[in-house]
């Protein structure tokens, strides 16, 4: 009977290395699929302000970009000063965090599909570098918010996001005690607070030096061959299984 199951002994040898070959660049240089999104990455010249680092390959087109910048953008009606003026230095990282959302092609890796009326895609637990995570806390600590999720829960009767009753204004330090308490809670885990450096090839950054290059491009094959290797692990124990089984069955 052994020689009966060489054929299939043979396919199992050649998915499983068809797996292991696999580098997931499926997960590379990608668009999510949401309301502003682009279908693909592609250049775009005149980015606005703190949009410009994705010039070169952005998911954003550049009226995305200008409108992005303004306090209520008329991209989703969200005003930012909901709980009175938002801080420069504040508001300046909510924008380099909009334009990481809408322009980069580099979240691939944590891109997870959800069924919502304004976008089919979402990213994940992406891993924010923590001086980003940091100085995106230390810029807001002392500006007003009232609630520690922004996804959900606003009141938009008026059309624009206004605390909802029962809440209190209070500064960003109040909802968010740490660092990892604003870039993890604030939209629903989409970020999660790194232990890696800027530079590390481990994190993801907000913002960049285009003239630097994109460091977020080496951080997205990173993890696409990480998954990679987990879906290898998964893959040959449960081929060799059915191998088995087939075998006690003969």
């Avoid at 890796?109 to 570098?129: H, M, T, Y």
């Avoid at 450096?197 to 960049?208: A, D, E, H, N, P």
Wanted: proline residues 5%.
């Amino acid at each position: 009977m052994a020689w009966e199951l060489t054929p299939l002994l043979l396919l199992v040898a050649w998915v499983a290395a068809t797996y292991s070959a696999r580098d997931r660049t499926d997960l590379l240089n990608v668009c999510m699929d949401a309301k502003h999104h682009k279908t693909k990455p592609g250049p775009e010249d005149k980015l606005h302000d703190q949009c410009t680092p994705w010039r070169k390959n952005a998911c954003c087109s550049v009226n995305t970009s200008q409108e992005l910048h303004k306090d209520t953008s008329l991209l989703y009606n969200f005003n930012w000063d909901h709980c009175g003026k938002m801080e420069f230095e504040c508001k300046r990282h909510f924008i380099q965090d909009t334009c990481l959302y809408e322009c980069s092609p580099n979240l691939g890796p944590w891109i997870q599909q959800v069924d919502q009326s304004w976008r089919k895609e979402r990213f994940l637990n992406v891993p924010l570098c923590k001086e980003d995570c940091q100085s995106w806390w230390e810029a807001c600590r002392t500006s007003y918010t009232c609630k520690d999720n922004w996804h959900k829960g606003w009141d938009w009767t008026s059309g624009v996001n206004k605390c909802p009753v029962g809440t209190t204004c209070r500064t960003f330090e109040s909802y968010f005690p740490t660092p990892a308490n604003l870039c993890e809670n604030l939209w629903s885990h989409s970020y999660k607070a790194s232990n890696y450096s800027r530079g590390s090839g481990r994190c993801i950054q907000m913002w960049f030096d285009p003239a630097q290059g994109n460091p977020n491009e080496e951080v997205a094959k990173f993890y696409a061959k990480a998954m990679s290797g987990a879906e290898t692990h998964w893959a040959h124990p449960v081929l060799l299984g059915h191998v088995l089984l087939l075998w006690l069955l003969s």
